[in-house]
């Protein structure tokens, strides 16, 4: 039996819960498109994704460490990876549709300078009196206007729910800002399902990679509570950490998080008596959501990663460096356009200089920018 694209939205209808979103009731594309035959809407949409330049370019991009740190540690490309799979399991679990959950996860930091967070702030001091920047609104012009892969249209042509998915990207770190998709209203709760992944990848990751660096010595996690009854549990002894046992930490951290979520997240629809997206869209705060205790306790595990990962010496350097480097490289490319690539170029006569230089920098690795730092400044760089 044939899988048709008919008989996969079947399928949805027959065994997604009822506030999940349908595929057959997508809001559509900006431009008329013949849907596949063996794909639904939002599988085309995640495919798309995946064959972007800008999704290939997250393998050299920060999450906490710049890639010339060691190949052992989280990127942005491998984050998303993490990301995309937490979020299945939730989206799985609560029966909600796992596609545009995927594309979304996928989609989510498309955007994202070189640098990190770093980079974004560099660039949003930058461009402050140009238009601004925002990685959630840099996601959204990459699949909506950058990538050019199809005769009739810029952009991927995705459909309108995954676009309100990506634009409404919100995290403790990110803030959204959604014009032209319903800014009043809260997105599905398989975007909201993504925002939680976000957070529960990077909690766990970067927990992990701090500790394998060295940044974080195991005889520091028993400040954080729930490190220390999760170590307890498990018969593990925090100030002699072996590897083996920072994994069997991790993933079971890891299994703690996506567990409450989706108890929570159920008991919380059950309580407030959620049956249509209708209900999920108009109700005033996030339905996907942490238990109130473990909330509690993630708040306590973000600050201390703030206090001894984000804030160590050896980062604050790194982050000191990428602010020195994209600053000059703006500098350079504004005060003399021609050291600006052809594409580059004639990209600022349509959009303006600033936004194109803003867009070419977006785009960069932490590699090629800091190759091209060095083709600029380095009077022996090639």
């Not at 048709?4 to 949805?12: I, N, P, Q």
């Not at 599905?188 to 992944?197: C, Y």
Request: charged share 30%; with cysteine; proline share 4%.
């Amino acid at each position: 039996m044939r899988y048709t694209r008919e008989r996969l939205l079947e399928l949805e209808d027959a065994t997604l819960v009822p506030y999940a979103v349908r595929s057959s009731r997508t809001r559509g594309r900006t431009h008329p498109e013949t849907e596949s035959s063996y794909r639904t809407p939002f599988q085309k949409d995640r495919d798309r994704v995946l064959h972007t330049t800008a999704f290939r370019r997250l393998e050299y991009k920060t999450q906490v460490f710049v890639n010339y740190e060691g190949d052992y540690y989280r990127t942005r490309l491998t984050h998303t990876l993490e990301v995309a799979q937490v979020a299945r399991s939730l989206a799985r679990a609560l029966g909600l549709n796992e596609d545009l959950t995927e594309v979304v996860a996928l989609a989510h930091d498309l955007g994202h300078p070189p640098f990190g967070h770093a980079g974004e702030r560099v660039l949003s001091e930058l461009m402050e009196e140009h238009g601004g920047f925002d990685h959630n609104k840099q996601s959204l012009r990459i699949v909506t206007r950058l990538e050019r892969r199809y005769p009739g249209f810029r952009g991927l042509n995705l459909s309108w729910e995954v676009r309100e998915g990506i634009v409404k990207h919100e995290t403790v770190y990110d803030l959204p800002s959604a014009e032209d998709y319903e800014p009043d209203l809260r997105p599905s709760l398989e975007a909201q399902i993504v925002n939680l992944a976000d957070e529960i990848a990077y909690n766990a990751h970067d927990l992990d990679d701090g500790l394998r660096s060295g940044l974080i010595a195991p005889g520091q996690l028993g400040a954080v509570g729930v490190l220390r009854e999760l170590a307890g549990e498990l018969g593990l002894e925090l100030e002699r950490l072996e590897e083996f046992d920072r994994r069997v930490l991790i993933r079971e951290l890891l299994g703690l998080m996506i567990t409450d979520v989706v108890t929570a997240t159920d008991s919380a629809l059950e309580r407030e008596g959620i049956s249509s997206l209708d209900d999920v869209r108009s109700f005033p705060a996030p339905l996907a959501r942490y238990s109130e205790g473990l909330s509690t306790q993630m708040a306590e595990l973000r600050s201390f990663l703030y206090q001894n990962l984000y804030r160590h010496y050896r980062i604050v350097r790194q982050v000191a460096k990428a602010k020195h480097v994209l600053e000059r490289l703006f500098e350079a490319y504004t005060q003399m356009p021609e050291m600006l690539p052809p594409g580059a170029r004639a990209a600022a006569g349509e959009e303006g200089l600033f936004r194109a230089v803003c867009d070419y920098m977006a785009g960069m690795t932490d590699r090629y920018a800091l190759d091209e730092y060095a083709r600029i400044f380095d009077p022996w760089g090639r």
